[in-house]
């Protein structure tokens, strides 16, 4: 799938909704415990999560692969494990603030 930043996304395993902060250049597949997620207007048939990629979601934190070429926002917590073309996503760090000497 080829995304855009501004996109929402929601999970078809559980409660995870998504918004697309920075968007990858090429196509790639997103997916949220195991399986592909769709845009929330995209009819959405329930389907059997991984069990191994269970890990959850937490609201207002934003997600990112390793090489940050996608960074998503969580908009709705849930118990599946955001994925990019099979690679776990990670929580991204916060920025160090300066210095206020």
Do not use: H, N, W
Request: glycine share 8%; charged share 20%; with cysteine.
């Amino acid at each position: 799938m080829k995304f855009r930043a501004g996109q929402q996304l929601v999970s078809a395993v559980d409660s995870t909704a998504v918004i697309v902060i920075k968007a990858p250049a090429v196509e790639c597949t997103l997916t949220c415990g195991g399986v592909p997620m769709a845009a929330p207007d995209e009819p959405v048939t329930a389907a059997q999560a991984d069990p191994a990629l269970m890990g959850g979601t937490q609201i207002g934190k934003r997600y990112v692969d390793e090489a940050e070429t996608i960074q998503l926002l969580c908009t709705k917590a849930g118990s599946g494990t955001l994925a990019l073309d099979g690679k776990a996503l990670l929580i991204q760090a916060a920025k160090p603030l300066p210095a206020s000497d």
